[in-house]
């Protein structure tokens, strides 16, 4: 049967990249009103003596001296460089109530914030004040506070180490260690997972790597859109022969085929790279079933070739000598049945033991992942599975091999490097205490969810934000909305206005800040800041704009403004480190012993990386690396036999919740973004067809039946995604997901898995126009 023609939904058949790319790029300029300081910036990005992306996370190669073209970096990069503003005279002209009836893109779309503004409620709007009374007012309501515990510390990953370094210092003499930050919500999995598998929490490889592997695994991420610039890795790892292997429950064109926009030959002819030839469409949340099967498959494949006299697929010599653990997985995995595996997968033995055979037949392999894997309720697992695969077959601390956790924000693993982090160590506590000469506690703070919900009941009553858009990021946004109007302070330091912004306290203040593109010009000149990526490089990252108003500080300068005023009696020269900052990476050197040497170094071109200890197969205060069981198949709570189970996702016109536009080119999306990607089969069993507008109620503990939990008159899209499994986007999406709902072990929102109920509309179309 024919499909019926839905408005802004198309196949879309082209590779990723290519002339689709460039013309984006040109229009995302054009939107912006480029005045030639867009194009100005985007000649700086990723160069030695230029700025950091603030795109992604993904590594620079070494020699950066030819313009690396990144659609999506561009995106970004014109999105902060933007000609337009958001002055005091549109804040006079718009109240709150009125700018809330907007949707996201226009908020950000006014363009650049340009002035401190406080909020006054009679007027229901944000007025100009002054630096100093921006810094003394909160000074004043932070001192207020019966308790240090009181006030809340977010962070989002933009944040440079100078800046996050501070910004933790401040709140350590403050007396708190209440520091939610994105990074929880991304890939805290991550963070908790790999040390107690391999004793650190970062990954392993580095961009050389990629150079030497024989086959490359990638798990729920999606690098077309949120990482362009590991495409053009990917083409190299494709050109030299290395097998491709995808586990994703959505067919994503950005990791079958590319153009590559630096090569000429593929932009004339079209012709494209071949990426993954290899696409496992696991169900949604079926991950951890799916990699157990692959251990189950190599047990068994590796007990046959030792019987027909082969020496078997495991690293005996790796395992004996370095982990612990493997009698207790062998166990686990010889006690799953495989019909269990399959059902929990939703993929047959066949299909796990072929994705098995390309794993050991690899000598050298990496594993890359995203928040596919980490936002479950098993995400810790999840992690810790893919270790245990490569640990049996020595695949971690050795060239060519290794995981590669790939982050978000371009300083979110920095930002953790630094000290932002809800649970001090006794070394950092006396670290800090030698260097400055005070001591804070070593009780654990809050973690993002933590924090919404010690708002919500009162237990906090202040929050500060080092950037973001905590409201709509967070799951379940009425709960978030609604516990933050009960604060008696909220602080937003912003580049540009958000929804969060529009969610007034007792006192609400919004500071601007210079962004990554902009000069940061300080008593001893100009200033470079820091950045760590994804492969724990460390490297310097300078503006080179003018800042889009005179009115606009650091964020260094603003935490400095925040501590002197709230610390009268502070043991830290703040202002001498806001003149230069090479003193604040004298103290992040005295503090964190592996940035020795610090601003030699980042005075190198390409910066240095980190230790990883795992890297060289040192597995810190482990002394072995483990082999961790996960129970059972999945911990997503089961999606009845007549629900499905949901996704939220990015579009390729989004960053986060900031939405550049309304197409979604990769996936046949353009103009819009309110659709529910659905199996064939799902939409008809429930007499369904592509494009008939339907409701999604979360049916997650306690959201049945609730309207705060339902999403309502969408339009569904007949797409290839295994059944059983839907998805939507991101933030669209999060009202569905509970704040109950996260892993466990480590906190991350379980945004990758609701159980749903979907509907057909109960409000019929509207009338033709
Ligand atoms: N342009 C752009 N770049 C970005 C961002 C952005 O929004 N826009 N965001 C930045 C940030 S903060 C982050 S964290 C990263 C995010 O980058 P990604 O990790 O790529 O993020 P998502 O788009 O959320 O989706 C990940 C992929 O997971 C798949 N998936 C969904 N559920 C499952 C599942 O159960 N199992 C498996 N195996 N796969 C699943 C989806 O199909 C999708 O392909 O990108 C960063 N870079
Ligand atoms: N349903 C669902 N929800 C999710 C996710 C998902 O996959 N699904 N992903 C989660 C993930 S991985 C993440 S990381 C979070 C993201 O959560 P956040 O990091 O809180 O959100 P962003 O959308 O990145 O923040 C955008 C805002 O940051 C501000 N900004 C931009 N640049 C700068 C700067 O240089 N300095 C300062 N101070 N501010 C700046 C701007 O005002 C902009 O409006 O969302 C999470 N939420
Ligand atoms: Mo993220």
């Not at 603030?54 to 690396?68: I, L, N, Q, Y």
């Not at 226009?106 to 921006?134: H, K, V």
């Not at 630096?262 to 949604?284: D, N, R």
């Not at 502070?570 to 806001?578: E, H």
């Amino acid at each position: 049967m024919k499909k019926p023609v839905v408005p802004g939904v198309a196949d879309y058949d082209a590779a990723a990249g290519g002339w689709g790319a460039l013309g984006a790029v040109a229009r995302a300029l054009q939107g912006q009103m480029a005045v030639g300081r867009e194009t100005a910036a985007l000649r700086r990005v990723n160069q030695p003596s230029g700025f950091d992306c603030p795109g992604c996370a993904w590594p620079d190669p070494r020699h950066t001296s030819s313009f690396e073209f990144c659609e999506n970096g561009a995106k970004a990069v014109a999105w902060e460089a933007t000609g337009k503003r958001a002055t005091a005279e549109f804040f006079a002209d718009h109240s709150l109530a009125e700018l809330w009836l907007w949707s996201d893109h226009a908020l950000e779309n006014q363009g650049r914030l340009t002035q401190p503004m406080a909020y006054d409620a009679e007027s229901d709007r944000y007025l100009a004040i002054t630096w100093q009374d921006a810094f003394d007012r909160i000074g004043a309501a932070l001192r207020a506070l019966p308790r240090a515990e009181m006030a809340e510390f977010y962070t989002s990953g933009r944040t440079s180490n100078e800046a996050a370094f501070l910004y933790q210092l401040m709140v350590r003499e403050f007396g708190c260690n209440n520091f939610p930050d994105c990074s929880n919500m991304c890939h805290e999995a991550t963070s908790v997972g790999l040390p107690a598998s391999i004793g650190v929490g970062k990954g392993t490889v580095t961009l050389a790597d990629f150079e030497h592997c024989d086959a490359l695994f990638s798990f729920g991420h999606n690098p077309g859109t949120n990482h362009p610039r590991m495409l053009g890795t990917l083409r190299e790892v494709a050109l030299r022969g290395v097998p491709i292997v995808v586990v994703n429950p959505l067919r994503e064109r950005g990791l079958e085929r590319f153009v590559s926009p630096q090569h000429p030959a593929e932009m004339l002819t079209g012709k494209g790279t071949t990426l993954a030839q290899h696409y496992y469409q696991v169900g949604i949340g079926g991950d951890l079933a799916f990699l157990k099967g692959m251990m189950k498959a190599l047990f068994e494949a590796d007990a046959a070739d030792l019987q027909g006299g082969g020496t078997g697929l495991l690293d005996r010599g790796f395992i004996d000598a370095h982990t612990a653990g493997i009698d207790a997985l062998r166990a686990d995995v010889q006690a799953t049945s495989w019909s269990s595996i399959e059902q929990a997968c939703g993929l047959p033995r066949t299909e796990i033991e072929a994705a098995t055979r390309l794993y050991a037949n690899a000598e050298r392999v990496i594993f890359c992942y995203g928040m596919g894997m980490t936002q479950h309720h098993q995400g810790t697992h999840n992690v810790q599975q893919m270790c245990n695969l490569l640990l049996l077959r020595g695949n971690i601390g050795r060239p060519g091999a290794g995981i590669a956790p790939i982050r978000g924000h371009s300083n979110v693993q920095g930002d953790r490097t630094v000290g932002i982090t809800e649970k001090p160590t006794p070394a950092l506590v006396d670290a800090i205490e030698r260097r400055f000469g005070f001591r804070f506690p070593l009780s654990h703070g809050h973690d993002s969810v933590q924090a919404v919900k010690a708002i919500r009941d009162g237990r906090s009553r202040a929050l500060i934000c080092m950037g973001g858009n905590l409201a709509t990021a967070m799951p379940d946004p009425e709960a978030t909305m609604a516990a933050m109007r009960k604060l008696d302070l909220v602080v937003h330091v912003a580049t540009k206005l958000n929804r969060s912004h529009l969610i007034p306290a007792r006192q609400a203040l919004l500071l601007p800040c210079l962004g990554r593109t902009e000069r940061d010009l300080q008593a001893s000149g100009l200033q470079s800041v820091t950045v760590e990526d994804s492969m724990s490089m460390v490297h310097a990252s300078q503006g080179g704009l003018p800042p889009a108003s005179e009115q606009l500080l650091s964020e260094p300068a603003i935490v400095a403004g925040i501590a002197k005023a709230t610390l009268p009696d502070s043991r830290v020269d703040w202002q001498a480190r806001i003149d230069d900052y090479d003193l604040i990476r004298d103290d992040i050197e005295a503090v964190f012993p592996q940035f020795q040497d610090y601003n030699q170094r980042i005075r190198q071109p390409g910066g240095f990386r980190l230790y990883v200890g795992a890297s060289q197969r040192d597995w810190g205060a482990l002394g072995k690396a483990r082999f961790i069981v996960a129970p059972g198949l999945r911990e997503d709570p089961p999606a009845a036999a007549e629900l499905l189970t949901m996704t939220t996702i990015r579009s390729h016109d989004q960053y986060n919740t900031t939405i550049y536009g309304y197409n979604d080119r990769y996936r046949g999306i353009s103009g819009r973004r309110d659709v529910v990607f659905l199996n064939a089969g799902d939409l008809q069993r429930r007499g369904l067809r592509h494009g008939d507008r339907i409701d999604v109620q979360s049916c997650a503990p306690g959201c049945d039946g609730n309207d705060a939990y339902r999403v309502a008159g969408f339009t569904a899209v007949e797409y290839d995604i295994p059944p059983g499994s839907a998805a939507m986007y991101y933030p669209e999406g999060n009202c569905l997901v509970p704040l109950d709902s996260h892993d466990p072990q480590s906190g991350t929102p379980a945004y990758k898995s609701t159980p749903v109920r979907i509907t057909a509309a109960a409000v019929p179309d509207p009338p033709a126009q």
